[in-house]
């Protein structure tokens, strides 16, 4: 049986099997804490065709299996991961759940140009300065 594609806003902690077909729009490494020259994660911001937008980590346990299949502006369907809260006091994204690459997840190309190339969602100047923005999402 094929397996078919969700939305991340369809995303609930009752199911365990998503699969996702996204852009990359955003990468970058974490460093270490102790050791700012080695990287302890590698973070993605993830787009759908909805525009919808989720954060997701690779951790350093197992970065080499994944990072020659992530690069920004790449599209990627993604299967088999796990899903954490993402209640930290700094996000990516206003998603309540964070997407976790797990050594079982499965990344394949595709070539998609229905998916957007960004998922920016633009504040204005008056917005930040009133206060008005939730300050633990990244704006």
């Known amino acids: 049986m094929v ?5 991340i806003n369809d995303f609930t902690p009752i199911n365990e099997i998503w699969k996702i077909k996204v852009r990359i729009i955003l990468f970058w490494e974490v460093p270490n804490y102790n050791n700012p020259n080695a990287v302890d994660s590698i ?7 909805k525009g919808s937008r989720i954060q ?34 700094y996000r990516a994204t206003n998603h309540s759940y964070k997407l976790n690459f797990l050594f079982k997840t499965v990344v394949r190309e595709c070539e998609d140009v229905q998916l ?8 204005s100047f008056a917005q930040i300065l009133k206060n008005e923005t939730d300050d633990s999402v990244l704006v």
Not at 43 to 49: F, R
Not at 116 to 123: D, I, K, S, V
């Open 116 to 123: 957007p190339l960004h998922g920016l969602n633009f504040t």
């Open 43 to 49: 973070e993605l911001v993830l787009v759908d065709e």
């Open 56 to 89: 997701a980590s690779i951790r350093k346990t197992i970065m080499q299996r994944f990072s020659n299949m992530v690069k920004e502006g790449w599209c990627r369907i993604i299967a088999n991961f796990g899903l954490i809260s993402n209640n930290g006091k």
């Open 3 to 7: 397996q078919s594609i969700n939305m």
